[in-house]
């Protein structure tokens, strides 16, 4: 497999999975804190990320890891919390400034792309205590941290993901309340949430257009969860629609707004007003955009951010008794192949991935794509004879090899989530918990 020259090669973590510090010099709680030191099982064997992988101290030693793996890019969040302890402007902590200005100065300087993501699920708990992402005031509080950290960092940091797997997010943390803030808001919150994340987004890309663009020439999109849905029976109709409608509840609901149109698909639109009706609702459980603002929210994108670990099988499914839910509101059930193999909730269908950037590429218009996140679970306690991550990548990258070279798929990068084994650390105490 011969890739492109220039063709990226990175890793991908996040804050709250693997910097531990989580009060330490100055840092805010975020909502993670917040949810698992509350206990209760919420979180496998109640761990928390307090001490994680210890990144927040141990920096040197995972920039000895990414110059031992040749990566070209390395992609990373920052703690909104630790910037920021309250969420807001009013009180800005310097010793978090000066711990991300480390890490960009040190990957710039061993030829490393940074790649940075404002926010990775740690909302800071001030901001949940005001409504979270389920009230439109969010929207302007990230807003305003996104000019701060434009502001801060842009002069070195020319990709920007805004907000990692809104569609994801909204879902387990509102919708199903596995994920903090943990109190579930079945056909609704799941919805609400995604709308004002997908405002936020907006919003942040209108300020980097406006006034950071011109002076740093960088790019700003946000990361988009989608697993590719494959007909349980490709030769029934009502599978095959099934199918179409998993996808555009999942992926088409973040991507089309943004890349499209600035609505939601029409399959969606229709499926919810159904269902709301059929339950005794007014209108529709799914918000609506103003023209204004599917204006605003219509080509905030600079490329395609996508994060692919797995597929599924689906088939239809008829919400007979109007239960509330999304999969409900998509009337499909979500199956596995018995002869897939799998490691906790990832199957490695490596054909999936090749399928998704396709749909991707001819939906939206052949894109640049960045793989943003993918890769392949362990079980605890962790071995570091793990073979089966390597054969599901190697299978993965004959897939994106066959998309370049068949097809023409513009995918520059490649982004693998490393962060459960950062540091080679055997001692689950060390590994962050694993939301």
Request: proline share 5%; hydrophobic share 35%.
């Amino acid at each position: 497999m011969a890739f492109p020259a220039g063709f990226g090669w990175g890793a991908a973590t996040a804050a709250y999975q693997v910097e531990g510090g989580w009060d330490a010099d100055g840092k805010g709680p975020s909502v993670w804190d917040t949810f698992t030191h509350q206990g209760g099982e919420r979180v496998f064997k109640n761990q928390t990320g307090d001490v994680a992988c210890g990144s927040y101290t141990l920096w040197e030693e995972d920039l000895k890891c990414i110059k031992q793996l040749g990566l070209t890019h390395y992609r990373f969040s920052l703690s909104w919390s630790r910037l920021l302890p309250d969420g807001t402007t009013g009180f800005i902590n310097q010793k978090g400034i000066d711990y991300y200005n480390k890490i960009i100065d040190d990957l710039l300087t061993n030829g490393v792309t940074p790649i940075v993501t404002l926010y990775h699920f740690d909302l800071p708990q001030a901001l949940e205590d005001q409504g979270g992402w389920l009230s439109e005031a969010t929207i302007e509080s990230f807003d305003k941290y996104a000019r701060f950290c434009f502001s801060t960092f842009g002069d070195r940091v020319k990709q920007w993901i805004t907000i990692n797997e809104p569609n994801i997010y909204a879902m387990l943390g509102y919708e199903l309340g596995i994920f903090p803030p943990g109190v579930p808001h079945s056909g609704t919150g799941g919805y609400q949430a995604a709308h004002n994340m997908i405002k936020a987004h907006a919003r942040s890309w209108h300020s980097y257009d406006s006034l950071f663009r011109k002076d740093q020439k960088g790019m700003v999109s946000l990361s988009i969860f989608a697993g590719w849905a494959e007909p349980a029976d490709p030769n029934s109709v009502s599978d095959q629609e099934a199918a179409k409608r998993a996808i555009s509840f999942c992926l088409d609901f973040i991507a089309k707004p943004i890349f499209i149109d600035g609505d939601y698909p029409e399959v969606v639109k229709s499926q919810v007003a159904s269902m709301s009706k059929k339950q005794g609702y007014p209108s529709s459980r799914l918000p609506e955009f103003t023209e204004e603002e599917k204006r605003m929210i219509k080509g905030t994108a600079d490329f395609f951010a996508v994060q692919y670990y797995t597929t599924r099988l689906v088939k239809y499914q008829e919400n007979k008794k109007g239960e509330l839910g999304i999969l409900q509101d998509a009337e499909t059930e979500i199956l596995t192949d018995p002869s897939w193999i799998s490691l906790d909730w990832v199957y490695v269908v490596p054909w999936g991935i090749r399928k998704l950037l396709k749909y991707i590429k001819d939906t939206y218009n052949n894109p640049v794509i960045y793989i943003t996140e993918n890769g392949f679970p362990q079980l605890d306690p962790v071995s570091l004879d793990d073979t089966q991550r390597w054969e599901y990548f190697r299978q993965t990258f004959q897939e994106l090899f066959k998309d370049w070279k068949r097809r023409g798929v513009q995918v520059p990068a490649q982004f693998c989530n490393f962060s459960q084994w950062w540091h080679g650390e055997k001692d689950s105490s060390r590994l962050a918990a694993q939301p």
